[in-house]
Structures are given as C-alpha cells and as structure tokens.
C-alpha cells in the first residue's frame, strides 16, 4: 500500500518537474522547430538580432513581473517607453530651452540618460501613490497614467519624429547611439538586460525587501500585520516598473536613432505576457525573474522565428495569443496539482500522529 | 413531534412542530460543527438557539435555510423528507431567514434589495416596479419604518437595514419558518421593541420563529421555547415559562475539560507592569463605540485573558494596540512611557506582536513556504547590508521549529502541507521570533483539534515563565479560565469585569459577558 503510494508520489514529482520546467521546454521546441523550418534561424546573427529585440519587453517583463507579484499590473509601461525616449531624444536634439533667462541647456549623454530614468520613476511614484494613498485599483490608476504618459509624449514634439538625436560634437552630447550599438558583437540591450534581469533577480530572491513582495502579492493583510511597510514597498515596486520603462525608451530610441512618441505603444501587454508565459500569478504572490526572461524569449522566438518562416503578421498575433491562453490554463493545472499534493501531505502527516484528530 | 427521550431535558408539548431535524451532523475539515443534534420549530411560537460562540448555532440555521448542505441527518416538513440544495429550495418551502451579517446591497434601493431574485414582472420579461414600490411601501408601514422605497440603502442607518432584510423576507407569500440570527445586536431598544411586535404579530398568523441572540434578558422576554447547543452537541431543551436565566447559564457553560493550568502560586503585587492602557476608546461607524474607555494593566510574564462575546471589541483592542487604528483614543504606557501608536510595522519593533483571529486571512501567506512564514516578520534581523544572510535566517527558523515543536518534514514544504494546529504554531512563532515583551493572541485555539490546543497553552505557558507577557482572547471558557492569571471581560465595548485565576467561574463571566448591553440599555 505504502510501495503504491511512493509510486504515486514519484509520478506525481517527474509531473510536476515536467510542469515547471514547461516554458524552458516550450523554448526548446520552438527552437528545434524553426531551425527546421527556416535554416537561417540557428545562426549567430540571427540569434543575436532575436537578443536585440528579446532586451526590449525583456527589460519591461522584469519590472512588470515585480509588479504583478505584488498582485497589481502596470499599464502604463509602453507609454513610459515613449516618453522616455522622446525626453532623451528631445534633450539631445533641442536642448532644454529656458524662456526666463533665455539659454538653451544641452546635457551630455549621461547626464540625458538619468533625467529620462527620473521621468520613468517619477510616474511609478505616481502610479504607486495614486495605487496606495487613494486606494484606486491598480489597473485603473496605471491605465490613467498610460494615457497621460503618451500624451505628454505626443505633446513634446507635437507628434513629430526627434531623427537628430545623435548629438553634436560642438555641443558635448554625442554618443547616444551607444545603447543601439554592439560591444563584442553582442547588442548593448541585450547586456542591459543581463545586468538587470541578475540584480533584479538577486533582490527579488536575497533580499527582505523581495520577500516582502511575495508575502504582500500572498496575502496582504498578513503582510502587514507581520510589520511589512506594505504602502512603501507597493509604491517602491511601481518606481522600479518604471525605471525600467524609461530604459527601454532610452535602448528603443538609440536602436532606432530616432525618438517616435508612438514607440512602445502595446509593449505593455508583451511585457504581461512575458511575465505569465514565466509562470508569474496574476493572483499575485508567484513568480521569478528567470521565468520571465526564458517567457519574454518564448515570445521574442515566435515572432522572429515566424517573420523568417514568411507568416503574416495576423497569424503572429493569433498565434501569440494561443499560446498565451495555452499556458495560462497549464499553469492554473500546475496549481491545482500543487494544492493537492500539498492537503495529500496534509492528510498523510495526520495519519502517522494518531493524537491528531 | 419531539419524541425522542434519551436526551435528560427535553422539550414536552402538543404544540406541532412544522420542521424536525433528526440528528443533523456537520463536518468540516477538521472540525465536526455538529454532532447529532436534533431540533424542532414549533408552529407559531419564538423558537429560541442559544449557545456560546462556536456553539454551532449559525451552522444549524444556515443548514435549515438551504445555506450549507449537512453532512449527515435527515430534516422533515409534515412527515415528509426535505432536501434543500440551495436557498431558493429552502424559500420554496416557506424558510426565510435574516443573517447575522447583513446580506443586503448597499448600492440599490429598498426595493429594489426587498424583491431581489424574486421581482415581479410583466409577461415574464419587464419589471413591474409600480407593483414593487406600492408593495414596499405597504410592508414598510407595517414595519413602522415609512422609508421611501427610492432610498439607497447604503445611506440608512444599520438598524433601517435591519429592518429592510425583515421586510425582504415578509414579502414572501407563504412564509412559514423565519430564521433570525441575531437581528437585534445592531438595534436600539425601540427598534427591538418594535421588533418584538412585529415577532408577536408573525408568530399570531402562525409563522414560526426561529430566534437565535446572545441577550439573555431578550431571550426571557420574548422566547417560547429555547434549545441550548455547546460544541455542536445538543444539551437541552425546555419551554421558557418553566426555567430562569440561571438554567441556561449553567447549561451553556457545561463540565469542565481539562487544559494545562496555570500556577496559581504567585505573589502578581511584586510584578513590574509592563504594559497600561488608559481609556482606550474607538468609535463605531455610524454612532456608538466599539471600545468604550476600556483600561488595564498587564505585568511581566502574566498571561492576561480578554473574555467577550463576539463583537464585544475584543478583536479591535488588539488592532488598537498593534497600530492599525491610529484613530482610537486613549493612552498607551508601555515600561512606564506613554507611547504614540502610528503604525504595525512600529509596534513590532517596539516589541509588540500579535497573533491574528484568521489563520488563513490574516495570519498565513499561502503562497510562500513554511520557513519564510516564520521569518517573515523579522527578515530585517537577518538582512547583511542588503542581502539577507540565509543561514542565520535558517537558524533562527530551524531553532523556532524545534521550540514549539512545528512537526515539519521540510521547511521549504508549502504551507498549506500543515495541519490546521501546525500552521497556527507557525504563525505564532513568527511572533515569537521578533522577540516581542508583548505578544496578543486572537484565539489561538480557533479551529485546531485538542491536542493541538494544548500544545499551543503550553508554549503560552512556557513563554510566560520565561517573563514574556501575553494577552489572549478567547471564547471558550474552559480555555481562558485554564490559561489566564487574570481574566477581563468586554461587553458592547465595555470592559464589565476582571477576575484574578483564584476568584473566577464560568458562571460569572457569562454573566459579565451580558452586562454590556444592560448597561447600554439603561443609559
């Protein structure tokens, strides 16, 4: 009977190894598959194009993913990515004009660099401000800030293309391309991405502040009747969302050598789906930043692996959209499964302390 | 009819009984709500349920209103066996019932929450809301509460909102059974007069009552017959013109069950106080108070025992002293400094920790593992610069562990692998790990089995020789006479009495556990 259910057991583990390593195997697949479909997909260059455009959503995934273990959602992100970019393609194009003393600044690159990431925070500060002082739902707030975001990034050029963003060598503020360019042959975005999907991990897994995530995406009221500053730590998880926004409008805009205020725009919902194809919970409380980066490739493989394959971008979409759905439903049986499992242990432990009816 | 005799007090009448449940048990995971209790409603008369918290009360209504399904017993209407599914099954045969909670939306109109689910309509298809509103108007005045049918609900007061789940239930054609758990905890004593008329007039047509409060006095005043429950068990059952208060005291509280008891030898004048609270008061939503200038000292290494009805305040103490109401009034002295009370995350450090009434809502975070439950509210001890050190924290845990002896395969097992008792010693261990002067708990023993609980006195005994100091609320008598060097009760808010270990009896905490709503009646 014993032997039976060790049996049982050992299935029930090989199942679930199989479940969690799912979006690893999905990759591997779709690997296998488009190097058999398209003979140019396994090459080098391929590959490092595919990184290219895996660092954009990428970078967004990360901060989204911190943002759903919370158990909220961040809409505003692909907004962010254009205005970010539009301020940084704006400050190297025209400078920053101020009308009272009639001067026109021009900052050099890093300098551009910092202002547009303290643009990104500043509107996760209000995202999370708004999500934890006036207790609207996180959806709403940051739906709210999407529009205001893209509208400021229309507003900053009247709609317009920033195309002189390379700077000027008069001016000091030359180099931008730096974030498009290759170090080594690998795409600086990608390296980008590496660094911060390693320190997000890192604080997301080491630290208490990354603990204090999951137990408020776990269960909010416990978290703070443990001590955790549950307002702080919301707030400082939208900061972080974006922060990696305005990042990706810099990449996105020296990529491009051109500022567009429409750039970014849907990149939220890749970002969300990067972060579920990862395994992360919407329920909050589930997810790891590993996850993440193998879903955001999932999906940066479809998309190029497909382009090369000669399908149209509409059948992308459905497929995209497919294979979503597919791993969310896969994902809830992986729960299902981990809770019965867990009440099995639950009922076993019982049965060995007879006192314990 | 009620003919069963082996039970030694038992309700003897000719009155027909409209609804018979026959040994109706109620399983729960974990814990058996009910246990073979059998129960009558006599036709047109006040059937009364009395019992202490948890006595299984509101699980018997709930099964006789279609709300929960038994897990065993049969339940018969005129001879015939009944099932109900669902609430609409039960409203079929005439079973309406008033939650103890109310079930109303707020964000509708009286009549629109009177006729909800059961409109009136035009050929089946369009609202009659003419009909709607000249009927609720015509059962509001027979409530004595002419409120205009438009008004949103949300914006009466609660007592109105009582009156409106009356009113829902009225409007039913062929109600036989009105199920009323405690309709009057939230009404002033001229609605309950009210109340009490409008009973008088139900029970005249021949509607039955069944009649669940926790007021003694009201039970007396309008109950026929009254059926004592007490940890799901039946104990017994009279008419009310044959017994006293006294009865049903004496039988609420039962015989004794044993649980590790604290000494009694100790001299409490030499203690040092740790902890005073002055006046503390928090005002009710809506008027009133839901603590009422409640004092009281606590002194070092004593386990002080909060006894209270549900909804006496005892709960909103706690918050209080924990910081989750920065509005309540009142002082605080804490090693003899009255302190600011701001938020949780300050209490904690100041060296206070609570353990919360709802394992599951408030005390667990199902998603994460067993060890990170229990460090979870001291991570910032084991934090090196940023990272946290994982081997102090594993210490800390693992030692946590084996203190208050978590039976655990693997601390990296969810949490939900525990048993119900394990995962309430978990959660008081990430209390305990804080290394709190302070520790509150909300019912530790709330739905863990009685090996389980008196494991948890233990480790509450254990602390409190080594000088931490504890407070724990708890409902069930046995236990907080067993566990607590001194006992307060809260009443309506009201803190009605305090017993040292030597002088304390069931029967005068029972007694003090009532007082609160007297007093209120007479001011």
Known sequence: ?357 | MATETQAVERIHTDIPSVLHCEKMDKIYPGTKALDQVSFDVYKGKVNVLIGENGAGKSTLMKIIAGIEQPSGGTMTMGGEEVHFPDVSAARAHGIGIIHQELSLFPNLNVYQNIFMAREITRHKVGLDNAAHIRRTKAIMEKLEHPIDPLTIVGDLRVGQQQMIEIARNLIQDDLKILIMDEPTSSLSEQEVQVLFKIMRELTAEGISIVYISHRLEEIMQIGDFVTILRDGKFVASAAVEDIELSWIVRKMVGTKKSYPQRKEAVDWTTRKVVMRAEDICLPKKGGGWLLNHVSFELKQGEILGIYGLMGAGRTELFECIMGLHPEHTGRIILDGKPIEIHNVTEQIERGFAMVPEDRQREGLVQTMDIGKNISLSSLKRYAKGIFLNKRAEDAAVDGEIKDIHIKVADKRLPILSLSGGNQQKVVIGKGILTQPKILLLDEPSRGIDIGAKTEVFEIMNHYADAGLSLIVISSELEEIEAIADRIIVLSNGIKTAEFTKADVTQDKLVLASYKGHTTQKAS
């Open chain 1, 1 to 357: 009977m014993s032997l039976e259910l060790n049996k049982k057991q050992k299935n029930h583990s090989l199942a679930m190894a199989l479940l969690k390593g799912r979006t690893l195997i999905v990759l591997a697949l779709l690997v296998v598959f488009f190097s058999f479909a398209s003979p140019n997909f396994l090459t080098a260059n391929t590959m490092l194009l595919l990184a290219k455009h895996v660092a954009l959503y990428g970078i967004l995934a990360i901060g989204m993913t911190y943002v759903i273990i919370t158990g909220g959602i961040d809409l505003s992100v692909g907004a962010v990515v254009g205005l970010g970019g539009m301020i940084a393609g704006g400050l190297i194009q025209n400078g920053l004009t101020l009308q009272f003393a009639g001067v026109t600044l021009y900052f050099s690159v890093p300098l551009v660099v910092l202002i547009t990431i303290l643009v990104g925070a500043a509107i996760g500060l209000l995202n999370g401000t708004i999500i934890t002082k006036f207790g609207v739902a996180p959806f709403i707030a940051t739906l709210g800030t999407m529009y205001i975001a893209r509208g400021f990034a229309m507003l900053h050029s009247n709609g317009a293309t920033y195309s002189n963003i390379l700077g000027n060598a008069a001016l000091g503020n030359t180099g931008f391309d730096f974030f498009g360019s290759r170090i080594f042959g690998i795409p600086v975005g990608a390296i980008i991405l590496a660094v911060i999907a390693v320190l997000s991990s890192l604080l997301l897994m080491k630290t208490t502040f990354g603990w204090h995530i999951f137990a408020i995406g776990g269960n909010g009221k416990a978290a703070k009747l443990s001590g955790v500053k549950v307002d702080k730590v919301t707030i400082l998880v939208y900061i972080f969302s974006g922060v990696c926004a305005a990042i990706v409008g810099i990449i996105t805009a020296s990529q491009l050598e051109a500022s567009h205020p429409a750039s970014g725009e849907t990149w939220e919902m890749n970002a969300i789906a990067a972060a579920v194809l990862g395994g992360t919970s919407m329920m909050g409380g589930i997810g790891t930043i590993g996850g993440t980066i193998v879903g955001a490739f999932v999906i940066g493989v479809i998309s190029d692996g497909m382009v090369m394959c000669g399908v149209s971008e509409f059948w992308q979409m459905i497929i995209k959209g497919l294979v979503i759905i597919l791993a969310v439903i896969i994902d809830q049986f992986q729960r299902n499964m981990e809770a019965k499992m867990a009440l099995q242990a639950r009922n076993e432990s019982k049965d060995e302390t007879p006192e314990g009816n």
